[in-house]
């Protein structure tokens, strides 16, 4: 019931930037925080940034600075800004509404040295 569908990853140089989009569908958007996490090679996965129905963002401490979530209400998305990439970022990024236990198919981000 509950999709989303996560994109624009790719291959990028250390110290470059990519932006990350997830469009959710199946749920009363506006109402819902929203979150990315990510899951690198032979890690857990974790939470990196979230975000509420108000605006509120919070962001994990590795991405603290560098990365940014926002949201578009209307268009159903939900975006990941990543700036300032380091080959450590390298991972698939999957969004979530935080009330759902419910997973996209993910974008791979690969950051080059």
């Known amino acids: 019931q509950v999709q989303l569908v996560e994109s624009g990853g790719g291959l990028v140089q250390a110290g470059g930037s990519l932006r990350l989009s997830c469009v959710a569908s199946?749920?009363?958007?506006?109402?819902?925080?929203m979150a990315w996490y990510r899951q690198a090679p032979g890690k857990q996965r974790e939470l990196v940034a979230v975000i509420t129905s108000g605006g509120s963002t919070s962001y994990a401490d590795s991405v603290k600075g560098r990365f940014t979530i926002s949201r578009n209400n209307p268009w159903n998305t939900v975006y990941l800004r990543m700036n300032s990439l380091k080959p450590e970022d390298t991972a698939v990024y999957y969004c979530?509404?935080?009330?759902?236990?419910?997973w996209g198919q993910g974008t791979q981000v690969t950051v080059s040295s």
């Open positions: 979530k509404v935080q009330a759902f236990d419910s």
């Open positions: 199946g749920i009363i958007f506006n109402i819902n925080t």
